[in-house]
Each structure stands twice: as structure tokens, then as C-alpha cells.
């Protein structure tokens, strides 16, 4: 049973636009959302999150929102650079679940100059 | 670099035997947490560890698999009479809280049983 779901396998993207990468989830009891970023035979690298109190989120280029009542939410990536081009990893944590986090397949996002 | 450090980063062992990973968590985190990803897929969830106590092991084969956080050195992650569906990346992850916090993740050892 997948709790979260990341429906996309792959994006690609012109240098510059918008990346949209999307996240659904089951759960209505998860309270944290989390982005990770992975390059090939690297670990995952924390990138942004957001709590189930808010709405969004905003660091620098990233930006995650969270639709609650869709159970769904996103992280848009602008500008997009080459250096983006990674498999992107939405997470969420149970609040029964001692901190552990859920992960959806991923998607990989190409960014093309 | 107070990173997750993780070794080896590359284990290779023939079916029967043992593999040992061990894993450093960032300085001043107590929480350790082991995850794996079998090829294609996310990650997966193994074990949760603060020092010297197993707090959830819901994600960890019922056999062979077993994981340590003592009170000096790193954790372990130990598996007994690796089979070929072993093989994968194993990750470790920490986080100075259990909960709302990011966890950090180390490089990552990958299992290749032969």
C-alpha cells in the first residue's frame, strides 16, 4: 500500500522555466512534508519542507505547497537550472510513526539548457 | 565535514555470509535511521535507533536482520546469510529529534551479493 505517491517517473524541462513536480498522499494523519533531492550514488539531500499547518513554503527558488484538503502537494523549482537535474523524493512523516519518514518513487527531473 | 558518514560504501559478499554497515550519525543528532532502496524504487523504511534502544523496527525483515546504536561508536546494520534479493542501497539517516525535523542522510552503502 503506497502511502505516498509520486505519479510522474520523469519531467523534463527547458533551462529557466518553471519545474513542477507533484506529490499525493493517503494519510490524513501525516503532519510534515518534506523534498529531497538525489544524485546518482549520492544519499538524498534535504531541500525544503513544510508543516500541516501551513499552506507554503518558500526558500529561494523552491517552493512547496500543500493542499490538504487534496491530500496533494507540489514543489515548484524557478528559475530551472541544469544543476537541478536529480531524482526528486516527496516524503511525509506519521506522527504515530516515531519520526519515520515515507517516501514516493520518485521522479526524475531533467533540466535541459 | 559533520555530515552522515557512512562505510563501506561498497560491500560485496558471497550468499551465506554476513554483511556489517555501519554508519556515523552528524554530531550532536542521537537519531539514527536505516533505510533501503531496492533498485527503481524509493526509499523504505527499516529502523529507528536512539542510543542504545531500538525505538521502531517495524520496517525490518522479521529474520537475519538486526541493527545497534550503542552507547560509544556507530550504528550498525547487520544482516546474517545474505540472499540475492539483499542486494540494494542502504542508507542512514539522522536527525538531532524524533519528530518535524529533517533527517540528514549519509552516501549510502551498496550491497551486492554474489
Known amino acids: 500500500d503506497q502511502q505516498v505517491k509520486q505519479n510522474s517517473p520523469s519531467l523534463s524541462v527547458q533551462e529557466g522555466r518553471i519545474s513542477i513536480l507533484n506529490c499525493d498522499y493517503t494519510n490524513s494523519m501525516f503532519d510534515y512534508f518534506l523534498w529531497y533531492k538525489k544524485y546518482p550514488a549520492e544519499g538524498p539531500t534535504f531541500l525544503i519542507s513544510?508543516?500541516?499547518?501551513?499552506d507554503k513554503n518558500e526558500d529561494g527558488r523552491f517552493t512547496v505547497f500543500l493542499n490538504k484538503s487534496a491530500k496533494h502537494l507540489s514543489l515548484h523549482i524557478v528559475p530551472s537550472q541544469p544543476g537541478d537535474s536529480a531524482v526528486y523524493f516527496c516524503a511525509a512523516t506519521d506522527p504515530l510513526g516515531a519520526g519515520k519518514l515515507i517516501f514516493g518513487q520518485g521522479t526524475t527531473l531533467q533540466v535541459k539548457p | 565535514n559533520a555530515g552522515v558518514m557512512q562505510n563501506p560504501r561498497h560491500l560485496v559478499r558471497r550468499r551465506g555470509q554476513e554483511a556489517r554497515l555501519r554508519c556515523s550519525p552528524m554530531k550532536g543528532h542521537s537519531h539514527v535511521y536505516w533505510y533501503r532502496q531496492l533498485p527503481e524504487e524509493g526509499l523504505k523504511f527499516m529502523v529507528y535507533l536512539q542510543k542504545e534502544n531500538i525505538i521502531d523496527e517495524s520496517g525490518m525483515p522479521k529474520e537475519r536482520f538486526s541493527a545497534e546504536f550503542p552507547k560509544e561508536g556507530p550504528s550498525i546494520l547487520r544482516i546474517q546469510q545474505v540472499v540475492r534479493g539483499d542486494s540494494a542501497a542502504y542508507f542512514c539517516?539522522?536527525?538531532?529529534?524524533?519528530?518535524?525535523?529533517?533527517?540528514?542522510f549519509g552516501d549510502g552503502t551498496r550491497l551486492s551479493i554474489l
Open positions: 513544510i508543516s500541516s499547518i501551513k
Open positions: 539517516a539522522s536527525s538531532p529529534s524524533g519528530s518535524n525535523q529533517p533527517q540528514h
